[in-house]
């Protein structure tokens, strides 16, 4: 039927952006940024959020040409360096209060660990979410736990949360108890594991 076509045309679509775009220093790789790619085209006037400021922050601004983008990032040097190269997309600077080492600790905390965003960021209505930030490669870092939590709370009915590096164990447990295994819809490998989450 016509959301088939609409889906296959969606993916053609995401294969001709991600081969024009200039994929230089994006951590990403083609076969995980194409379900994210194939959602957000598919949404008329998307609404995304991206936890994380990076190389790919213009990208997504680009394949959400027709919507609202937000980014949610922690660290000031790395608003700076990116705001110059963003042209409608918005920075929202936040503070995270969590590490690492002590995710298993705080996986029953719940609500407690939704992030204070700036007003205009609702609850229950973003199309899209990408949970890609902040960093969590090492015990002292802040990890995604309230990303993930906060992710939650801000996908409206009908959206997607995506989850990247899902087969780190800190992603992995609070991917599963507050997006649900059963939502999971989308698994991908390329430089990590990339789940895709259905509300």
Known sequence: GSSHAARTAATTA????????DL???QLEPAELAPIVNA????PKCRLIVFGCGNDSSFWERINC???TIFIEDDQEWIDKIRPRLTTAEIAKVSYETRVEKWAEQIDSGDS???DLPDGIEAKSWDIVLVDGPAGYAPHLPGRSQSIVTAANLVAPGGTVFVHDCERPLEKAFA??????HRRTISVWGR???????F
């Open 176 to 181: 599963s108890r507050y997006l649900g295994e």
């Open 66 to 68: 027709d919507g609202r």
């Open 14 to 21: 995401s294969i001709v952006e991600i081969e024009k775009a």
């Open 113 to 115: 660990l939704k992030l």
């Open 192 to 198: 990590a594991l990339l789940n895709g989450y259905s």
């Open 24 to 26: 230089r220093g994006i």
């Open 40 to 43: 957000i085209l598919r949404l």
